[in-house]
Structures are given as structure tokens and as C-alpha cells.
């Protein structure tokens, strides 16, 4: 089993930066792939970025390239997602998973409670 408690979510204006956490725990870590997924309301649960564990090789929907930053902390067991130039398209609950390394959904078998990042106009 693996916990995940996501952190860092709140209000901000366009154009500001916020910066996402996910504390796990249980498992070692160093066979998953850890994710970012978020969730509007009425729409369905999308990929944002993914870090594979081991080597930290990384990945990113193409609506947040050059925009989000993932990364991680071996020593702390977390991962972060660093948020930059928000957008209001980019309001939503956040969602932080663990699993085997795509951007598909349905290959995260952990999941935690996610974050609300609220971007007003």
C-alpha cells in the first residue's frame, strides 16, 4: 500500500505561481512512477505530469510544458508540482497518484484526496 497526501492548494490571481506537494508513504517508492492528475468540475480526471521514481525522468501534457515543473525529494518521500503562469483553464482539483508510468488513468493505482487550486481572472 501506498499513502498519499497532497498539500499546497489555494486562490490565486492569473498569472501567479503556486507550488503543489504529495507526502507518500508505505511502500518504497522506487518502482512507481508518480503523477499529477486534476479534475474540473463536469470533466474527467486529466494527466498533467508524471516523475518515474528511480531516475526521475519526467513527463507533461502538452497545456502545461513550459509552465509546471515536477520533481521530487528521495529523503522526504515527496513530490512536488510547481505551478507557474496559472491560468484560470488551469483551475482544478488536484490529484496526486501512484502507479506504473503512463499518462492513462487507469494505470495509478494509488491515489490521494487531492488539492483544490482555484485561479480567478
Known amino acids: 500500500q501506498v499513502q498519499l497526501v497532497e498539500s499546497g492548494g489555494g486562490l490565486v490571481q492569473a498569472g501567479d505561481s503556486l507550488r503543489l506537494s504529495c507526502a507518500a508513504s508505505g511502500r518504497t517508492l522506487s518502482s512507481f512512477t508518480l503523477a499529477w492528475f486534476r479534475q474540473a468540475p463536469g470533466k474527467g480526471r486529466e494527466f498533467v505530469a508524471s516523475?518515474?521514481?528511480?531516475?526521475?525522468?519526467?513527463n507533461y501534457a502538452d497545456s502545461v510544458k513550459g509552465r509546471f515543473t515536477i520533481s521530487r525529494d528521495n529523503a522526504k518521500n515527496t513530490v512536488y508540482l510547481q505551478m507557474n503562469s496559472l491560468k484560470p483553464e488551469d483551475a482544478a482539483a488536484y490529484y496526486c497518484?501512484?502507479?506504473?508510468?503512463?499518462?492513462?488513468?487507469?494505470?495509478?493505482?494509488?491515489w490521494g484526496q487531492g488539492t483544490q487550486v482555484t485561479v480567478s481572472s
Open positions: 516523475i518515474r521514481w528511480t531516475d526521475g525522468s519526467f
Open positions: 497518484a501512484a502507479g506504473w508510468g503512463t499518462t492513462q488513468r487507469s494505470a495509478y493505482r494509488y
